[in-house]
């Protein structure tokens, strides 16, 4: 039987970080391993002082903690044991034995984007939390959520932007008909980000995408199933901020992302990471998940005025 923890009669949730960079030390945070100084120098002062205003010293995440590191580079996995005491596994199976959940917090393997190198933690049944950088490699995303969804893996491939929708409509109860968005930055990248808000606020599936930009920005017009429609501008090379506007029947409310929602979003996304683990069910459905990557990869062909499909995707 396997070593556990019992906290208010539940089993303590034993979660590795595979592979470390510098927001693994912020992710960390939320699982009692707060270091301010490496919290202000790899997340900002700013969210290092709202750690303090919120939790007080308290953990978040009480009935979960991070066990174990791995990553391909030794300097990097010590310099995180070192830092939080936590040992480093010197091999993938290793790493594996008895957890339940695995984040890592940017693409895994020894090359930065070898997702597939997680494929082994897929096969042990571990629930996972993934970039979303991994929509660049759709095809290999598609192979994981089928193996994902025959080992009961539960895997979590969201942005923290998806959980300020509900910051975006405080004050509002009534449905939303549309949403626009409009940033700086390329589709897979902050677009994915926003992607992942748009579809959180419209709570339905997108049909189709039309671009109706040029070569100096996106402008992604998304059709849902139901007729509504949401539009996603991404002007590129452009350090834009991130804007918001949400319109319900009778009511219309803006916000403007500026980095100060991050910490209530972070808290909310481990919290789905948490419940998914209890549930085996993925925080977003595979197919949704799917057709996000679908409408990025249209959006960087730049092919406009042409209306894209984006359905057709069962695990």
Not at 147 to 162: E, I, S, Y
Not at 225 to 253: C, F, I, N, Y
Not at 272 to 292: D, G, M, W
Request: a negative charge; charged letters at 25%.
């Amino acid at each position: 039987m396997r070593e556990c923890w019992q906290i208010r009669d539940r089993i303590m949730k034993r979660i590795g970080i595979h592979r470390v960079d510098g927001r693994s030390y912020w992710f960390a945070g939320y699982f009692g391993m707060f270091d301010r100084e490496l919290m202000i120098r790899y997340a900002g002062e700013g969210r290092a002082k709202r750690f303090d205003e919120t939790f007080d010293g308290r953990v978040p995440f009480p009935e979960a903690r991070i066990v174990k590191v791995f990553d391909p580079d030794p300097v990097a996995a010590g310099q995180f044991s070192d830092t939080f005491h936590v040992p480093v596994s010197s091999s993938l199976e290793e790493f594996a034995d008895g957890l339940d959940g695995v984040i890592v917090p940017f693409p895994a393997g020894g090359h930065a984007r070898d997702y597939g190198a997680i494929r082994p933690l897929v096969e042990r049944g571990i629930s996972l939390f993934l970039d979303r950088i991994i929509l660049e490699q759709s095809d290999l995303l598609a192979e994981l959520f089928k193996l994902a969804t025959r080992k009961k893996a539960p895997l979590h491939v969201t942005c923290f932007l998806r959980y300020v929708a509900d910051l975006v409509t405080s004050g509002h109860n009534t449905p939303v008909k549309t949403v626009t968005v409009s940033s700086g930055g390329e589709p897979v990248g902050y677009g994915a980000d926003l992607l992942d808000l748009i579809d959180e606020l419209m709570a339905g599936e997108i049909e189709s995408v039309e671009n109706a930009g040029d070569q100096s920005r996106d402008v992604l017009n998304l059709r849902y199933s139901d007729g509504r429609s949401a539009v996603l501008e991404l002007l590129h090379g452009q350090k834009k901020p991130m804007v918001v506007t949400v319109q319900g029947e009778g009511w219309e409310q803006l916000m403007t992302l500026d980095g100060s929602q991050n910490h209530h979003a972070a808290f909310r996304q481990f919290d789905a990471l948490i419940r998914s683990i209890e549930t085996r069910i993925p925080p977003v459905p595979y197919e949704q998940v799917i057709r996000h990557a679908r409408v990025l990869h249209f959006a960087e062909r730049q092919v406009f005025g042409v209306k894209e499909d984006v359905t057709d995707y069962r695990t």
